[in-house]
């Protein structure tokens, strides 16, 4: 009998496209295939995003993936058969969650068969129509919602909703998701999740309203998923959480420690590990230490600050100072020569006068980013800042901040990456596209997370290689392969 196809279209952060690695997983376990038009797969191997946070590593900050079926190749599929859409949302800002609902149901207008399925944190309560209250439910062209933690159940909800199917024994039922062994997009660059969910309440952000509190993944777990990956080829390993500083294994807050227990598969062929997000009040000492001994850490630090006025990261219940970041920036600077620093900042937050707006500038002209993944403040319901009406900045000032902020990080972000000219960098190349005189056009990231574009003669996709840097394109360095 002919095997059901599926896609996943996945919006957000890396949590969700780390996610949609597992969905995959139990929905071919269960019995589907990916949906392949002329030799290409659109997922499990193909992520699609529409919409992303202002984290580094989303996938168009990455610039790993960013085909949208629903462009361009996706025209050729048009009407053919998909029988199960699954939509992994992201509702970071009410614009994505729209945005989401705009992307299904146009579509349908493709797929007008497929079944649609929704997961991600859009989702409160999982089910099918009628057996749950989820409102995502109230839309008549969406079959059924679960939550990501619920993703063993979807075998039996696909028995309810396709007639006569029989999904083949699940064997992770009784498991947590993190069991599921991830379909990994990229064999060499993987994800690894070490923990769920926020206690931090930031004021702004309904994470913790829809990941739920934190829970962390044992650290044998997370270990041995991370060798597993790398006896598959995993060259670089980012381990993924919402404030992974305050990981905990057996009760105890120990990043660090797992950080260094990673760190010993450099000798089974890991080269890099990164992590993301980190949070300011939890970066202690011992994972500085850490970063500056391991083999396999990068000289790059991602560290979101979101202001730099302390009365305005008091509003947004940060619970750090500016004084305390910077003293962090200091310690990791020091220990850790030619590291990067990046951050995420919102402008524009309700309340911001212009003072604390000079503040932030100043603060950027003191730190001397090397990146920022700056967001205009966009207003979420059911957050206290999302109440603060009456505080609400008008867009027009919003985005005059916005530029204005984003010009002082260009200064440092420049000058910075005008000192790697003339040096050789590792690059791991990401895309290795061919062009028409037989030579390849590459690009990947710098251990620095610089972004490195050249060209070879052959396809060196997944490798990692030296480059000589030669020149600058705004944020982009060009080079030659050593
Ligand atoms: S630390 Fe704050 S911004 Fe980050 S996920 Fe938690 S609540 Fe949201």
């Known amino acids: 009998m002919k095997k059901r196809t599926y896609l996943i279209k996945t919006f957000g952060c890396q949590m969700n496209h780390s996610d949609s690695e597992r969905v995959s997983h139990i929905l071919e376990e269960s019995g589907f295939v990916p949906f392949k038009d002329q030799g290409m797969e659109y997922l499990g191997k193909r992520q699609v995003v529409v919409d992303s946070t202002n984290s580094p590593l989303t996938r168009g900050a990455r610039g790993v993936v960013e085909e949208n079926p629903h462009r361009g190749a996706g025209r050729s599929a048009k009407n053919k058969e998909i029988d199960l859409i699954i939509f992994n949302t992201c509702s970071v800002r009410q614009k994505a969650e729209d945005k989401a ?6 579509m349908l207008k493709d797929y007008p ?24 439910l109230q839309h008549d062209f969406i079959d059924f919602v679960f939550r990501i933690e619920d993703c ?52 702004y952000c309904i994470v913790p309203h829809t990941r739920g509190r934190e829970i962390s993944r044992p650290m044998e777990e997370v270990f041995a ?3 597993t990956l790398v006896k598959n080829g995993a060259k670089e390993i980012t381990l993924l959480g919402q404030n992974v500083n305050s990981y905990r294994d057996k009760g105890e807050k120990c990043f660090a420690k797992l950080l260094r227990k990673i760190d010993e598969l450099h000798s089974e062929g ?12 939890d970066f202690t000492d011992d994972v500085i230490d850490a970063l500056a001994e391991m083999k396999t850490s990068c000289p790059y630090v991602h560290l979101p600050v979101q202001h730099g006025s302390n009365s305005l990261l008091q509003d947004m219940e940060r619970n750090y100072t500016v004084e305390h970041y910077e003293e962090i920036i200091r310690k990791i600077r020091e220990k850790i020569p030619g590291v990067t620093i990046s951050t995420d900042i919102i402008v524009g937050f309700p309340g911001e006068t212009e003072e604390q707006f000079q503040e932030l500038l100043d603060f950027g002209r003191r730190v001397k980013f090397d990146f920022s993944f700056t967001a205009i403040y966009s207003p979420r319901k059911n957050t206290a800042a999302g109440e603060m009406t009456d505080k609400f900045i008008p867009e027009k000032i919003k985005k005059e901040r916005f530029h204005k902020f984003d010009e002082v990080v260009k200064e440092s972000a420049w000058a910075n990456r005008e000192r790697a000219i003339g040096k050789t960098l590792e690059v791991l190349v990401e895309k290795s596209v061919p062009l028409d005189d037989g030579l390849f056009r590459h690009s990947g990231r710098s251990r620095e997370f610089f972004e490195v574009y050249f060209t070879s003669g052959r396809n060196l996709m997944g490798q990692e290689v030296p480059v000589k840097i030669t020149n600058r394109q705004n944020y982009i360095l060009n080079g030659e392969l050593v």
């Open 270 to 281: 890991l080269s890099r590990l990164r992590f993301t997000a980190a949070h300011p009040q």
């Open 113 to 136: 068969m497929a079944k649609i399925g929704v997961t991600g944190c859009m989702v409160r309560q999982t089910g099918a129509k009628k057996e749950a209250k989820d409102p995502l």
């Open 101 to 106: 609902i705009g992307v299904i149901q146009e």
């Open 225 to 227: 998923e991370c060798q």
């Open 152 to 203: 063993v159940k979807l075998p039996k909800i696909l028995e309810n909703i396709f007639a006569g199917f029989e999904a083949s024994p699940c064997h992770y039922e009784d498991d947590s998701y993190f069991n599921i062994p991830p379909n990994v997009t990229n064999k060499f660059q993987v994800f690894v999740p070490i923990m769920q969910g926020c206690d931090k309440f930031c004021s």
